[in-house]
C-alpha cells in the first residue's frame, strides 16, 4: 500500500474481497472442525478418534487466530 498524505477515503485502497470472503469460512469452518473432533474425544469419550486428538487441537489453537482477525481487525 502506498504511503498515504492526510485524510483517505475508504475506496481509495484496493482489498482483494474475493480472497477474504474464501478464506474466511474456510478458516473457522476448520477451526469448528477441529474443535468438535477435540471435544468428541475429551468429552464424550469417542475412542475412534482419540488419536487425533492433539493435533485436532493443537491446528484449532493454530487456526484460531487467522480466523478471527477480521472481527478483531475489521
Do not use: C, H
Amino acid at each position: 500500500m502506498p504511503l498515504v498524505d492526510g485524510f483517505m477515503y475508504p475506496n481509495e485502497v484496493e482489498l482483494q474481497w474475493s480472497v477474504l470472503i474464501v478464506l474466511y469460512p474456510y478458516l473457522t469452518g476448520l477451526v469448528a472442525g477441529a474443535f468438535i473432533l477435540a471435544s468428541l474425544e475429551r468429552v464424550f469419550r469417542v475412542e475412534a478418534v482419540k488419536p487425533t486428538y492433539r493435533n485436532t487441537l493443537s491446528s484449532d489453537a493454530r487456526m484460531n487466530a487467522p480466523a478471527t482477525s477480521p472481527v478483531r481487525y475489521g
